[in-house]
């Protein structure tokens, strides 16, 4: 999605610009911490927000541009997002 993005608003190809290189950075990182592990819900249903405001704000930006544009780069992915969001939160550890 950040590529997606970073394309159309930045003009890059290939390369993410060093703005959406952070945000794309500082998510990896979060979900690497995540303690729902792979059960982590999708960031709309999560009772916990992990992101700073700043790099919230952000990423919503990204998602709201590059969701609806998935659908024809990468449709299957788009699909497993969209189930994704189905999913039941799970319980705080």
Not at 65 to 74: D, E, K, V, W
Request: overall charge positive.
């Amino acid at each position: 999605m950040v590529t997606i993005y970073c394309r159309a608003h930045h003009g890059t190809a290939g390369e993410l610009c060093p703005e959406c290189r952070e945000l794309f950075d500082y998510s990896a990182g979060r979900l690497d911490r995540c303690f729902f592990g792979a059960e982590k819900p999708t960031c709309a249903k999560c009772r916990v927000h992990c992101y700073k405001p700043a790099m919230r704000s952000k990423a919503q930006a990204v998602m709201r541009y590059a969701g609806p544009r998935m659908l024809y780069r990468h449709l299957l992915l788009a699909i497993l997002h969209w189930l994704d969001g189905l999913r039941r939160r799970p319980q705080q550890p």
